[in-house]
């Protein structure tokens, strides 16, 4: 069985690194970058957990649950200060965490659109690893998978520890994924959140759908960490067999 990995980091790490080739235009490339913050969690077990995460208002912020499940307290840092998360809505099922972080004043990230991607178009995945500043990696979309009603984005793009919640933008500098797990040993098995379910997440948030920070229901597990009758098949088969075409979902 293969074995899939989170894209967080519990403290030590290891920085590991990709050569990247270049994408976006400098400036496009400083607009998206000043989205992408990082995450410090203190567990409950001890330690911490690293991740990123991706503005999405001023002062809220989306991440993987994989990231804050254990988790006491959330902080989020940006310009050298950290802000502590005041309450979380959780989508698990999804792995996707929405967090209200007060006073944060952070640039939000364009959103794009997961269903309008086509394979073999450049994305950029940009996260922070272990304790070391923001990472990023070019790569293109290997696949599109169906799932739940939007798009699971398979690229090529490096990513490693500390990542998880990062985001994956298209050549438009637009948020269209969350950076979420790798298969091990397996070239260009990285996947994303498609960002129709960050836009989900925000639209049942608006109905007060927040709670306070404190460690989630540790039976839940999101899709891509269930058992082999529940995840999606697309996982077991590792990509090769998807259908290599656009993911329209019209």
């Known amino acids: 069985m293969k074995s899939l990995l989170p894209a967080f980091v519990m403290l030590p790490a290891a920085l590991h690194g990709a050569p990247a080739r270049a994408m976006l235009e400098q400036a496009d490339y400083v ?13 409950q077990r001890g330690g911490f957990a690293l991740g990123s995460a991706v503005a999405v208002a001023p002062d809220k912020v989306v991440t993987n649950c994989h990231v804050t499940r254990e988790a006491l307290a959330v902080n989020v840092l940006r310009g050298g200060l950290r802000y502590a998360a005041a309450a979380q809505a959780a989508d698990v ?8 972080v007060p006073g944060l004043g952070a640039t939000p990230a364009r959103l794009g659109r997961a269903k309008a991607l086509a394979i073999g178009q450049s ?8 304790g ?17 009603g939007a798009c699971v984005i398979q690229s090529s793009n490096f990513f490693n520890s500390g990542a998880s919640g990062g985001g994956l933008f298209d050549d438009e500098g637009r948020l269209v994924g969350i950076l979420t797990f790798r298969l091990r040993g397996a070239a260009a098995h990285y996947y994303s959140a498609p960002v129709e379910w960050v836009q989900q997440l925000l639209a049942d ?4 759908d927040f709670h306070t920070v404190l460690p989630l229901d540790s039976a839940q597990l999101p899709y891509w960490q ?25």
């Not at 948030?205 to 007060?208: C, D, I, L, P």
């Not at 067999?241 to 993911?247: I, L, N, Q």
């Open 132 to 148: 070391t500043g923001i990472q990023n990696s070019t790569g293109e979309v290997v696949r599109l998978h169906r799932y739940d």
């Open 31 to 43: 607009a998206v970058a000043v989205s992408v913050l990082r995450v410090e969690a203190p567990r």
């Open 123 to 130: 994305v950029t995945a940009l996260g922070y690893t272990g």
């Open 93 to 100: 099922a999804h792995d996707l965490c929405l967090l209200d």
């Open 226 to 250: 269930a058992g082999p009758s529940q995840r999606p098949a697309f996982l077991d088969a590792a990509g090769d067999t998807a259908p290599a075409e656009p993911c329209s979902l019209h």
């Open 205 to 208: 948030s608006a109905r007060g």
